[in-house]
């Protein structure tokens, strides 16, 4: 297969009864479009390509739009990077989003789909003021928030990055894990008052 060849399928689909594994991990390139028209030409949202990520859901549910995918961590060229367990339900966890165009319902367990790695994607906001570490403003640097579970309504979001707070003198992993795992910058402001809304980011280490 050639390196450039095109996606298995489009944005806001999914596959759930092809095997797939042999593109877990494959990244492609689309245009900023809005997926969601569904007739007439497509309108761009940006002039910025959105780089997506195929990966196999193994959560043992369905995986909804717009949240953190967590990645697994079990040993395998194919699991980390290709397989997502859950949402982030730590502070500073790494994670991507899950693409904002597929069903409200989500990604079933099992199926393959997209996940944002760069470019223009939409989050979701914590469900308590509280977890928002302030308004957040446009550009402003953008990580995930702690829950209870992987599967919680409160795991798969994003607050504002909070390097102020730690007043550890030889282990700095409060921040550090902040600056490694972000997850990219916000291009729209939302003040505290705004809970379990979208916010569009700028996903990547710019």
Sequence with gaps: MARDDAPPFRRGEYESSEDLSH???????F???????????????????????????????????KRLAAFSTTAGANNHGGVVTGYTATDYERGYPVDEYLPAAGVPD??????????????????AGTGFNGDISVGGVL????????????????????????????????????????????????????TNSDLLVDVGKW
Aim: proline share 3%.
């Design 31 to 65: 245009e900023d479009l809005d997926y969601s028209q569904t007739s007439g030409a497509k309108l761009h949202r940006s002039g910025k390509m959105v780089t997506c990520r195929l990966v196999k859901n193994s959560s043992g549910g369905a995986l909804l739009p």
């Design 110 to 127: 099992g199926a393959y789909f997209y996940i944002v790695t760069g470019g223009p994607a939409t989050v979701k906001l914590p469900l």
């Design 143 to 194: 990580v995930a928030l702690t829950a209870v579970t992987a599967g919680a309504t409160t795991a798969g979001r994003v607050a504002n990055q909070n390097i102020t707070g730690s007043t550890q003198t030889s282990d700095y992993s409060f921040i550090l894990k902040q600056a490694e795992n972000y997850i990219g910058r916000a291009l729209s402001a939302a003040t505290t008052g705004n």
């Design 23 to 29: 593109l877990q991990g494959r990244e492609w390139h």
